[in-house]
């Protein structure tokens, strides 16, 4: 089955080619950049990641097999690689994914992949986490199965609450496709990105949001700090369906720009069929306050770190968002090496 999934990925990238700038979710990047990427992967061994007995790991989209063995449920689940389904539904695309000639690059040239269920009848009443884990080589090639794109595609069932936190640091060239299917009532999905770009990097995020259900909630919080003539853009689209009442959405992309040379394009979206809802959307861009750096130099900080202060305050407002504290803690650190770098 995968082989026959495999075979007309290619074909639809064959015949259609690299993305065009014409496409709204290419707009502003250039497909020019993927001819600065190796195509094979990095063969570096990433650092060990510590798991807890709630968790499920995976480093560069690999299961990790040492998280298992610390899996408190570890024997309520079942665990198949993608070449062992026979099940086509079990292998469910985005509709619009389809339609992505890089979606379906990465699809013909895929490898390995884990599957995994609970056995019928499992109980659980405590929270499970699914951690993904991506490291960047010193060659900048992203070390995951798309290289340099991510596609991520969540269907959320009654009552279940998806948290998404990302943050990409110096990262040469990152472009990131979201979408949630919000299908039944009382789900919940909120995604928290911080992007970090020096040089010449381009950070991208296309985020679409479907709201299918009544009573159900979803946030968008993307900050971006951009220096030298470094780039980031923000597609962020909310849909809500005709019945999906009391839904409760927000989008909020915050760019700030260190340098006059770098650039920010924010374009939330929202679509609305529903009459009983409370939806928001806002971008803002700009530089550093001047009058916040006088009234710290007035108080004995030199210019320098009163900069830091600063940037560090924009950014870890999204940091204070992510779902868990080991992970808050991981990107403060790594932004205060980004700042300091």
Known sequence: ??????????????????????????????????????????????????????????????????????????????????????????????????????????VSEFENGSYISFKKNSVIEEVINIKNYFFENGQNERVSSFNMLSYNYYEIEKDVALSVDSMVKSSFFNKEFIEVDLNKVGSDAKINILNLGKKEQ????????????????????????????????????????????????????????????????????????ADDVSCGHGSTTGALDENSIFYLRARGIDYSSAQKILIKAFAKEVIDDFSLSSLQDISEIALDSWIDG
């Open 202 to 273: 381009h950070v991208d995020n296309n985020i679409l949001i479907n709201h299918k259900a009544e009573h159900c909630t979803s946030f968008q919080h993307v900050r971006n700090v951009l220096d030298n003539k470094s780039t980031a853009v923000f597609n962020g689209k909310v849909i809500v369906a005709e019945g999906a009442q009391q839904t409760d959405s927000n989008q909020s992309n915050k760019n700030l720009l260190l340098s006059l040379e770098s650039n920010a394009f924010s374009n939330p979206q929202l679509e609305i069929y």
């Open 1 to 106: 089955m995968i082989d026959s999934i495999k075979k007309n990925s290619l074909e639809f990238f064959n015949t259609n080619g690299l993305p065009s700038k014409k496409l709204e979710n290419w707009k502003f990047t250039s497909s020019k950049n993927f001819k600065n990427f190796n195509k094979s992967l990095s063969s570096n061994k990433v650092e060990k990641i510590e798991s807890d007995e709630l968790s499920i790991v995976f480093i560069n989209g690999v299961l990790n097999k040492d998280s298992l063995e610390n899996f408190k449920f570890a024997d309520l689940i079942e665990v198949k690689n993608l070449n062992e389904l026979t099940k086509k539904e079990l292998l469910y695309f985005s509709e619009s994914y389809l339609n992505e000639s890089m979606f379906n690059l990465g």
